[in-house]
Structures are given as C-alpha cells and as structure tokens.
C-alpha cells in the first residue's frame, strides 16, 4: 500500500491546549475536523502515548487555536515536537487565558472553546469528540494547510502524528548519516555541502530548531 496517497487529503494546522492543576500543556495538530455546524461538533485526532492526550481525558475541555500562514515556525516546534511532560511550552509562548484555559494567540486565525463529549479508540490514536461553546476571531490571517507547512517551511510530522510516515530507507549509499531524535529529520553528508562532523557547535536542526548533540549517525 502506498502511505503516501495519504498525503493527498487536505488538512489545517492547530494547537490543542488544556490545563490541569494549574499544569498547562498543548500540542500541534493537524486533524481536526468540523461534524455539525447547527449543533457545532468538532473532532480531533490524538496519539495515545501523547501527555496532551493524557490530560484532556482528565480535564474533559480544551482550546484549538487556528494557525495562520504568520505563525512563528518556532511555535510549531515548540508544541509539535516536544512533551509539555518535559517542559513549560507556554513559558515565553505568547498566549491568553479564556474559560480557564491557555490559548496561543502568535499570529493565529482564530481559536474555539469545547468540551469533550466522547473518546472513540482508534488503535494508536484516540478521537476526541467536542462540542464548541465559544468561538473567538483573532486576525483576519490565511490559515495554514499542512500542505503549505510541508511545501512552503519544509516542515514533516512528528513522530506521534497520525499523519507520520517514516522516511524512506531506499538510499544506501556509504556516505554518512545523521539523524535527528526529536524529529527524524536526516543529515547526508553526500547532499550537503558541509559534512555534519565539521558543522559549528551553535548549528541547529533545519527543522525542528534542536542543537546538534541530539543527531545519532545512522
């Protein structure tokens, strides 16, 4: 089967947010999709092993803020590759508090307010069907597709994603490899006009933004 007709389907980029105990985590999604619009019904796919997942089953309400095409590609890494388990994401982030949850509001469309009404188990995923109680206009922006983020900021899924499909392992060439563990981005010394080994200390991953001592050699 070919994953890659997958990526043929059209999505948006968004972040989740939730809080709990004071405890704010977030992360970036990219399958929401809207059921009802008399009723207004919302579903968003999460992976079971994400701490985001884990929380908005406890606290049964959330935020999704719609990214726009102005938002920050630091943002996206922030929330789309790493834990809020491991760090504050709304530390330094540029966010508001609505209905008692945090809200990044860098450059984004508009967000919505919901609640959780069921959670469908979808194997490694779970669904998250919401129903929205508020709905905010932030910035009249051009939402971002996950085409754009893929063709335009050369942005790939994280591991967790619904969408991720592993790059291909065709290429075996001799030269060297690197690979990035936060992302998975890949470093071949045969496409690159700077060997990794001889990249400066402060280099960072084209990608996701991390330093250059989280590459393993392949």
């Known amino acids: 089967m070919d994953l890659n ?3 043929d389907i059209t999505y948006g980029m968004y972040i989740v947010s939730t809080t709990k105990d004071q405890e704010k985590v977030g992360c970036i999604i990219n399958t929401l999709t809207q059921i009802t619009s008399k009723d ?6 999460l992976n079971k092993d994400n701490y985001t997942n ?12 719609i990214l726009s095409k102005e938002t920050p ?19 330094d982030s540029i966010y508001q508090e609505d209905s008692g949850l945090p809200v ?39 939402p971002m597709t996950y085409k754009y983020y893929q063709d335009e900021l050369k ?18 060439s001799s030269s060297c490899k690197y690979k990035c563990t936060v992302c ?18 402060d280099w960072k991953c084209p990608r996701c933004g991390v330093s250059k001592d989280k590459f393993v050699r392949l």
């Open 5 to 7: 007709v997958f990526k």
């Open 40 to 45: 207004s019904i919302v579903t968003i796919s």
């Open 54 to 65: 884990k929380i908005l089953k406890e606290t049964k309400k959330c935020a999704v803020a």
């Open 73 to 91: 590609r630091d943002v996206i890494t922030k929330f789309g590759f790493f834990s809020s388990k491991d760090e504050d994401k709304f530390k």
């Open 104 to 142: 990044v509001i860098d450059k984004i469309c508009s967000y919505l307010i919901g609640d959780v009404l069921d959670i469908i188990d979808c194997n490694s995923h779970d669904i998250f069907v919401i129903k929205v109680i508020k709905t905010v206009k932030k910035e009249d922006l051009v």
């Open 155 to 172: 942005g790939k899924a994280p591991f967790k994603a619904p969408t991720y499909i592993e790059e291909s392992k065709a290429n075996t």
């Open 184 to 201: 998975g981005y890949i470093y071949d010394d045969a496409k690159e006009k700077v060997k990794f080994v001889d990249l400066p200390d």
